[in-house]
């Protein structure tokens, strides 16, 4: 069997970071963890006048960062009906505006370090080939119109028979992996730093905590936040983390719909087009 390459890892152009290979580094915050959301929280803290290192244990967004189709939403897997049903229209505000300022948050680094990640506001199409979910739909655009997105029904602009459709302005797209690298290489300096291929094994806590590595190397720090996807080492809630797996395919196109689509099958379907290198690529994804 052979593996394949996902559409960001061939298209980013990525530097190499060195591994830490001293011991007792000393910084105010140890990021374990150099996906986006790792490297995006070194960036902000770096901002905020933090010492920081940014540890990754292979290569920097290896991991979930290269293979998510990037689709940049504040519509949940949950739908807003039901999270308003669960929490209240306050609660499903809260996730609403939580999500969209991450969409925010992201387009303000990538105008501020110019970027070239792609980003583009693009609206978002929830869809359904079944007369039966037209209801649901219904519902599902009016619940998040009451937590403050732009939601409507909507013609879904996409070649395929779709029986009815909720668009949601504001959404966006990008290409991680150049998004990623292009706020790490201005990480290191003045008292941070970023390395590659230096797994952390285990972490004591106290004040300050030290952060051990595999190779024998540690670091010394006053916070660290666990950026893994899965916290290090709390065996107990490992039991409670449910994998899941999602396959993505992806091509050049002559042309492609602009926007993000994702349809009410269980499990969903996804589809984006992203535009590299003045090629149009088309990704679609599910089951």
């Not at 809260?94 to 948050?105: G, V």
């Not at 094994?201 to 936040?225: F, K, M, W, Y």
Request: aromatic share 8%.
């Amino acid at each position: 069997m052979s593996s394949t390459h996902s559409l960001w890892a061939s298209t980013a152009s990525r530097p190499t970071y060195p591994p830490l290979t001293t011991d007792g580094l000393e910084v105010d915050v140890a990021v374990v963890g150099g996906g986006i959301t790792g490297v995006t929280l070194a960036m902000l803290l770096k901002l905020a006048g933090q010492r920081v290192a940014l540890l990754e244990a292979r290569r920097l967004g290896s991991g979930t960062t290269q293979g998510t189709t990037a689709h940049l939403t504040s519509v949940l897997d949950t739908p807003y009906r039901v999270l308003e049903e669960r929490f209240g229209v306050r609660g499903a505000r809260l996730t609403a505006e939580s999500s969209q300022r991450a969409i925010d948050q992201v387009a303000a680094l990538a105008e501020r370090f110019r970027l070239t990640c792609e980003f583009e506001r693009v609206p978002g199409y929830l869809f359904t080939e079944h007369d039966e979910d037209y209801d649901a739909l219904k519902e599902e655009a009016a619940a998040a119109s009451r937590a403050g997105l732009r939601a409507e029904l909507a013609h879904v602009p996409l070649p395929i028979v779709v029986r009815a459709g909720v668009r949601f302005d504001g959404q966006a797209q990008f290409h991680p992996l150049e998004f990623l690298s292009g706020l790490a290489e201005r990480i290191p300096g003045n008292g941070s730093y970023v390395f590659e291929s230096s797994r952390v094994l285990t972490v004591d806590e106290g004040e300050p905590c030290r952060v051990h590595l595999e190779n024998g190397s540690s670091v010394i720090a006053r916070r660290v936040v666990l950026a893994t996807h899965a916290p290090l080492h709390r065996l107990l809630f490992q039991t409670k983390v449910a994998q899941y797996r999602s396959y993505v395919v992806s091509g050049p196109v002559a042309q492609a719909p602009r926007g993000l689509y994702w349809d009410t099958a269980e499990p969903y379907h996804y589809i984006r087009a992203a535009n590299i290198a003045g090629e149009k690529h088309l990704l679609v994804g599910g089951e």
